[in-house]
């Protein structure tokens, strides 16, 4: 099946601050997900992109798949206490996903 | 706003035990899933389960695992004997019709084996 690799696995991020998570195949991805876990909750869809290039929002994030499908990046502005937790990208195959091992991310007031 | 529930929310058993994880997914959907979480790991796709029967299973989803509607609102994950290695977080999730629609996570179920 459709593997992804996300990275990195950990980002410390001072409030106030912008980060960028990472999501890679070797192969060409008919979608990418991507979904919020808090800790010690469960994964909480946040968006899916299926065209080339494709770049959505949603206010502070921003969602972009590749020119070739084969990655994506999650991109957060003026990072908040709220943005703790981790974040997977996922690739969906028929209902079936197929989750990256997710960037856990750590907020310092 | 419908959402996916799942009891219990902990299940403490002992080895060799079976379990039965169920689940009350989103009432209109059709899709139907089990993936687990081993602490501080990737989310992990176990099965899918569509119109009374199984659509896709993954390599962890072994003869030790079973998955039964047994009536028009509960999906259950039943494990005949439970491993330590069970222990995990299982999320039940649904889908409604279409391939693009989001799927809805439950809040999940913690698994203890000792």
């Known amino acids: 099946g459709q593997q992804v690799m996300q990275i990195p696995q950990y980002q410390h991020v001072q409030e106030g601050e912008d980060f960028t998570t990472y999501c890679n195949s070797s192969?060409?991805?008919?979608?990418i997900q991507w979904y919020k876990q808090r800790p010690g909750g469960h994964p909480v869809f946040l968006i899916q992109?299926?065209?080339?290039?494709e770049v959505k929002k949603q206010k502070r994030l921003t969602f972009q798949f590749g020119e070739a499908k084969k990655n994506s990046s999650l991109h957060i502005t003026a990072t908040q206490t709220t943005d703790v937790g981790t974040y997977f990208c996922?690739?969906?195959?028929?209902?079936?996903?197929?989750f990256g091992a997710g960037t856990q991310v750590v907020v310092t007031p | 706003e419908p959402e996916v529930t799942q009891t219990p929310s902990h299940q403490v058993t002992q080895m060799g035990q079976e379990v039965i994880l169920r689940c009350v997914p989103i009432?209109?959907?059709?899709?139907f899933y089990w993936y687990r979480q081993i602490l501080g790991q990737k989310v992990e796709f176990l099965v899918s389960?569509?119109?009374?029967?199984?659509?896709?299973k993954s390599e962890i989803f072994d003869d030790q695992f079973s998955v039964e509607r047994p009536d028009g609102s509960n999906f259950t994950l039943k494990i005949r004997s439970t491993k330590l290695e069970d222990s995990a977080m299982y999320f039940c999730?649904?889908?409604?019709?279409?391939?693009?629609?989001?799927?809805?996570f439950g809040p999940g179920t913690r698994l203890t084996v000792l």
């Open positions: 999730a649904s889908r409604d019709r279409t391939s693009t629609d989001t799927q809805y």
């Open positions: 996922a690739t969906d195959s028929w209902g079936k996903l197929q």
């Open positions: 992109l299926v065209k080339s290039g």
């Open positions: 009432s209109n959907h059709l899709y």
């Open positions: 192969t060409t991805l008919s979608n």
């Open positions: 389960f569509y119109n009374n029967e199984i659509s896709e």
